[in-house]
């Protein structure tokens, strides 16, 4: 099983930019389905992004489409999370998450089926 450290959250105005880093350690991450999802303050944890197993698939949330992108370095062992045009409402604690995947582009958007999650990172945008 390998862990996960989400690392890059932090404090933003409106508009700006953050980079949100995954480490995976204990194995690739290229055996599986990784993803990131948010937790606001009284709200349920909710997808944001996803790239399947592989890296030729990906898949966004309405709310971050055309704004956020996600991606995988195979040589750093990491996956990234660019967030650009932040707005108040993107304030959340951030999640990465992995399931294992046996078929190439498996994505998994719903958090009950991923199998490992990161500690979260604070990204807190102000307006």
């Known amino acids: 099983q390998v862990q996960l450290v989400e690392s890059g959250g932090g404090l933003v105005q409106a508009g700006g930019s953050l980079r949100l880093s995954c480490a995976v350690s204990?194995?690739?991450?290229?055996?599986?389905?990784m993803a990131w999802f948010r937790q606001a303050p009284g709200k349920e944890r909710e997808f944001v992004a996803a790239i399947g197993k592989g890296g030729d698939r990906t898949q966004y949330a309405d709310s971050v489409k055309g704004r956020f992108t996600i991606s995988g370095d195979n040589a750093e062992n990491t996956i990234y999370l660019q967030m650009n045009s932040l707005k108040p409402e993107d304030t959340a604690v951030y999640y990465c998450?992995?399931?294992?995947?046996?078929?190439?582009?498996?994505?998994?958007?719903?958090?009950?089926?991923?199998?490992?999650w990161g500690q979260g990172t604070q990204v807190t945008v102000s307006s």
């Open positions: 204990g194995g690739p991450f290229s055996g599986y389905a």
């Open positions: 998450a992995g399931a294992r995947a046996i078929i190439r582009n498996t994505i998994f958007t719903r958090p009950e089926r991923n199998d490992v």
